[in-house]
């Protein structure tokens, strides 16, 4: 029991957390429907980038200078980050790609495009 709460007054963790979100990914149709979890992380932490055939995700959360104050013992929950990249389907319409944030919940929507990138290739 004693090792224990020694344990508990180690120096703090070496690095960041860095993590990578986990995303469901649905077909509804006419759309795709991206949701990842991205708790704590407002709008302005997030970025996204859609890059040809691949959607990036990625992330960086700060500690504010309130946060910094003095008196805390140990401090492991003040700074994340996280890059995700996912390919995406060929008919998928990355121009017109929309995303939202709500309550730690990153929605990001894709548009269908008609008959994607797919074409026939005739035999000579």
Do not use: C
């Amino acid at each position: 029991m004693e090792r224990v709460f020694e344990d508990m007054w180690v120096g703090q963790m070496p690095y960041p957390s860095t993590r990578v979100p986990m995303v469901d990914i649905r077909d509804e149709g006419e759309r795709y429907l991206i949701e990842a979890d991205l708790p704590g992380m407002t709008k302005e932490n997030v970025e996204i980038e859609v890059d040809r055939d691949a959607l990036v995700l990625k992330a960086r959360k700060e500690r504010s200078e309130e946060e910094r104050g003095e008196g805390y013992i140990r401090r492991e929950r003040g700074v994340s980050s996280f890059h995700r990249r996912i390919t995406l389907p060929d008919d998928a319409d990355l121009e017109r790609a929309s995303a939202r944030l709500n309550n730690g919940v990153l929605t990001v929507t894709l548009p269908k495009r008609e008959g994607g990138h797919k074409r026939k290739v005739n035999i000579e």
